[in-house]
Nanobody, 128 residues
Framework: QVQLVESGGGLVQPGGSLRLSCAASGFPSDYYAIGWFRQAPGKEREGVSCISTSNRNSITSYADSVKGRFTISRDNAKNTVYLQMNSLKPEDTAVYYC???????????????????WGQGTQVTVSS
C-alpha cells in the first residue's frame, strides 16, 4: 500500500526557511517520481518541484516561482524526499502536498503529470 506522509510545515517569518519531508512507503522509490504541490486558500493547486531517478542520478524540476529559493532532494535509503525552502515569502503560504507517480522509463519528472498517490498535506504559513 502506497503511503506518503508530509511533515515540517509551520509558521515562519518572511525571509526564513523551512524543510519539508515526505516519507514514502509501499513502493520502490527508484521507480517513482515525487512531486511537491501547494494550494493556497481560494487558489488552484500548483506544482512546486519534482524529483525522479535516472541511471542512479536525480533529475529535478522547479516552478519558476521557486527557482533559486527551493531545493528538492531525496534520500533513497530513508525513502524520504525533502523540500528545502529558503527566502520564504508571504505568497508561499499554502498547504504543501507531496505526491508520487510511477516514472520508470518515462524520463525526467514533470509537474504536469497526473500523480496517483498523495499525502495529507502540511501547512506552511509565511507571516510576520
Amino acid at each position: 500500500q502506497v503511503q506518503l506522509v508530509e511533515s515540517g510545515g509551520g509558521l515562519v517569518q518572511p525571509g526564513g526557511s523551512l524543510r519539508l519531508s515526505c516519507a514514502a512507503s509501499g513502493f520502490p522509490s527508484d521507480y517513482y517520481a515525487i512531486g511537491w504541490f501547494r494550494q493556497a486558500p481560494g487558489k488552484e493547486r500548483e506544482g512546486v518541484s519534482c524529483i525522479s531517478t535516472s541511471n542512479r542520478n536525480s533529475i529535478t524540476s522547479y516552478a519558476d516561482s521557486v527557482k533559486g529559493r527551493f531545493t528538492i532532494s531525496r534520500d533513497n535509503a530513508k525513502n524520504t524526499v525533502y523540500l528545502q525552502m529558503n527566502s520564504l515569502k508571504p505568497e508561499d503560504t499554502a498547504v504543501y502536498y507531496c505526491a508520487a507517480e510511477y516514472a520508470r522509463f518515462r524520463g525526467p519528472c514533470s509537474l504536469a503529470w497526473v500523480y496517483d498517490y498523495w499525502g495529507q498535506g502540511t501547512q506552511v504559513t509565511v507571516s510576520s
